[in-house]
């Protein structure tokens, strides 16, 4: 496996020892809207009972229980971190899905599958955390069978009056409503905040469809949700 980047080296220390209660506070701490992106996110994925997918960054294992709970497909959900891993596979088998859904560890810069392996691609919280997010995309890209969808679940920055209240909560907020969970929840509270906004400032919106479109990925649209606090953004590769 690929050294990870120091973004994806902080993002495992930060979230690996989490797992245990991630699910339960990353729903809480985006007052329930985690679970709502998620939705969406799954909906524009047209995957049917004999398709494939691969779930990238996939933690817990929620979008990859969400997408075989809805479509019956079967899914591959991987990520780096074992502990993030662990926990899923309890998740899988709660849901009784361990003949439609395999979680795996690898890295999404590297992936251990073959060129167009899978008929439709998620993945979340992702392209902040890689060295080089157009490399990434265009290994996701790789593992994706022509005319397969891709889609993306992603913080977004609000705009105008709703961004003061989104700057309010995660400057002040977040990090102490963190800190009242635990010590990793206050580091976690404390690091969102500057990861998203450098992360637009890096990839406003038209440049992030530009670096999808050059991965060769067309008909790109996203949603912005949540008033601009959420972000999904869904394509098909050429």
């Excluded at 899905?97 to 890295?107: K, M, S, Y």
């Excluded at 404390?190 to 406003?204: K, Q, T, V």
Aim: proline share 7%; aromatic share 8%; with cysteine.
């Amino acid at each position: 496996m690929a050294t990870p980047s120091p973004r994806k080296r902080q993002a495992l220390d930060l979230f690996a020892p989490l797992g245990p209660t991630y699910d339960r506070y990353a729903n809480l701490l985006s007052f329930g809207q985690d679970p709502r992106w998620r939705r969406f996110l799954v909906s524009r994925v047209p995957a049917g009972t004999e398709d494939s997918v691969l779930d990238v960054a996939t933690g817990t294992a929620a979008v990859a229980i969400a997408l075989a709970s809805r479509t019956g497909c079967s899914v591959v959900g991987l990520d780096q971190s074992t502990d993030m891993l662990e926990i899923g596979r309890g998740r899988v088998t709660a849901a009784g899905l361990d003949d439609r859904v395999e979680l795996v560890q690898g890295t999404a810069d590297e992936l251990p599958f073959e060129d167009a392996a899978f008929d439709h691609l998620t993945f979340t919280y992702l392209l902040r955390y890689v060295r080089d997010p157009a490399a990434t995309m265009r290994e996701l890209a790789r593992v994706l069978k022509p005319d397969g969808t891709i889609a993306m679940q992603e913080f977004g920055l609000p705009r105008a009056i709703p961004r003061l209240a989104w700057e309010l909560w995660v400057r002040i907020g977040l990090p102490a409503a963190g800190a009242v969970i635990s010590p990793g929840w206050h580091e976690v509270g404390s690091f969102l905040g500057p990861s998203i906004r450098d992360f637009h400032r890096r990839y406003p919106p038209a440049e992030l469809r530009e670096l999808w479109r050059r991965a060769g990925i067309v008909d790109v649209h996203s949603r912005r949700l949540s008033l601009g606090g959420g972000l999904v953004m869904w394509g098909r590769k050429e």
